[in-house]
Each structure stands twice: as structure tokens, then as C-alpha cells.
């Protein structure tokens, strides 16, 4: 089994900060991709940002900018630096991840994701 830990939401003020952070944990052979979505009321669920296990990175035009990814493969962890952040940024804010686990001489590549964060940015 594996599990996706979140932490870091809250309430901010237009203009200010929050660093998200995820931990991955379980039966992990490698970690591919780490990213983080967001689901505003009434809306779908949309890619906020996402790194590779070689660090590459690609981000939402809306993120670009103000956002930064970046993840601790000793850690299995992955973190979302939020800075400028706007009322249009408020969601649910989860964590997904790519985890390729082993049976054997087998290996097979699983999705999994966090139980989401509230972030809302409110004066």
C-alpha cells in the first residue's frame, strides 16, 4: 500500500504565501512523477504543477510565475512554494502521484493521490 500525506493549506491574505508539503509513503520501488492539482468549487479538477524524478517541471499558465515545485527524493516528499497568491487561487489543493512498485521481477506503475488541502485566500 502506499499513502499520500498533504499539509501546509490555509487561510491566507491576497499577496501572501503558503508552502504546501506531500510525503509519500509504503511500498515505493521509485517515485516518477510528484505534481500537485486544484478543484475550485464548481470547477474541475486542473494541473497546478508537477516534477519528474529528473527534476523536470511544467507548470500551469496561471501558476507560472508565482508557483514553484520542487520534491526531496530522499523524503519521497514534494513541495508547492506559493507565493502572490490571489482569491482565484482558493481550492482544494491535491497531491498525485506516479509510484512505480515491484512484484518480483515484475514491475507495474500505480496513480495515486492525497486527500487534499484547503487553501483559501481571502481578505
Known amino acids: 500500500q502506499v499513502q499520500l500525506v498533504e499539509s501546509g493549506g490555509g487561510l491566507v491574505q491576497p499577496g501572501g504565501s503558503l508552502r504546501l508539503s506531500c510525503s509519500a509513503s509504503?511500498?515505493?520501488?521509485?517515485?516518477?512523477?510528484m505534481g500537485w492539482y486544484r478543484q475550485a468549487p464548481g470547477k474541475q479538477r486542473e494541473l497546478v504543477a508537477r516534477?519528474?524524478?529528473?527534476?523536470?517541471?511544467n507548470y500551469a499558465d496561471s501558476a507560472k510565475g508565482r508557483f514553484t515545485i520542487s520534491r526531496d527524493n530522499a523524503k519521497n516528499t514534494v513541495y508547492l512554494q506559493m507565493n502572490s497568491l490571489k482569491p482565484e487561487d482558493t481550492a482544494v489543493y491535491y497531491c498525485n502521484a506516479n509510484i512505480r512498485r515491484t512484484s518480483g521481477i515484475l514491475y507495474y506503475d500505480y496513480e495515486y493521490w492525497g486527500q487534499g488541502t484547503q487553501v483559501t485566500v481571502s481578505s
Open positions: 509504503g511500498s515505493i520501488f521509485r517515485i516518477n512523477v
Open positions: 516534477i519528474t524524478s529528473g527534476d523536470s517541471t
